[in-house]
C-alpha cells in the first residue's frame, strides 16, 4: 500500500531533522579543521620571560616593615604580586615602574583585587613621604640587599632594580619583564595569567 501525502511530509520531516541534528553535533570538529588548516593560528608568545617556579620559591630575605616589624613576602600567599626592588631614594625609573605597577592592576577591572604591588627597599633609608601618598596602596618592606640579589635572576649585564617581577600565589617568582617594560603588553601577560589561574 502506497504512502500517503502524510506519511510522506512526515518521512522528509524527519530526515530533514536527522540531517540538522547531524550538521550541529559535527559543526564544531568542521569548525576545528577550518581554524587550524584555513586560518592557521599563530603561536602566541609571552611578553615576559618565564622564569621555572619551582627553581625561585620565596627564600628568607630579613623582610621588615618600615617601622622594623619583622615580615616576609609570605604575608602576602594567595595574591598574584607585582615586585620591584629599588633602594628608598626612587628615582625617575623606580618612580615610574610604581605608577605602571598601579596603572597596570586598575586595568584587570574586577580582576584586580587579586594582585598585590610590592615594592622591596635595599637600604636602610626612609621613602619620601610623598612618594608613599601618590603609591598609596603599594606595600613597602625593607629586605637584605645582598639575600633579594641572589634570589632575583637577570640577563647577563641586566640590573634587578629595573625589571618588574611576578610571583604567583603559591609563593614563587614566575616572569620577569624587560627594563623600561611597555605595559600594554604587560597587562595582557597579567590578563592571560589571572585567566587561566584557578588560585588566588
Known sequence: MPPTKQASKEQRSGR???????AVCAAPLLGSYFAYYVIK?????????????????IPPLGA????????DLGAFRGKWIML??????CGSPCQKTLLAMRQLR?????????????????????????????FEGTRVLRVQ??????????????????RLYLIDPRGHLMMRFPKDADPAKVKNDIARLLKASAIG
Do not use: C, F, H
Not at 577591572?109 to 626612609?126: H, K, N, P, S, Y
Open 106 to 134: 586598575l586595568m584587570q577591572g574586577q580582576e584586580m583585587e587579586r594582585i598585590e604591588r610590592v615594592w622591596l627597599i635595599t637600604d636602610g633609608r626612609a621613602p619620601a613621604a610623598v612618594l608613599m601618598r601618590e
Open 16 to 22: 530533514w531533522k536527522l540531517l540538522l541534528i547531524m
Open 84 to 89: 620591584l626592588s629599588a633602594t628608598a631614594n
Open 145 to 162: 640587599g645582598p639575600a633579594l640579589q641572589a634570589w632575583l635572576p637577570v640577563e647577563a649585564g641586566g640590573n634587578a632594580a629595573d
Open 64 to 71: 621588615t616593615t618600615l617601622d622594623g616589624k619583622p615580615t
Open 41 to 57: 593560528p599563530t603561536g602566541r608568545t609571552n611578553y615576559g620571560a618565564l622564569i621555572d617556579p619551582r627553581s625561585y620559591p
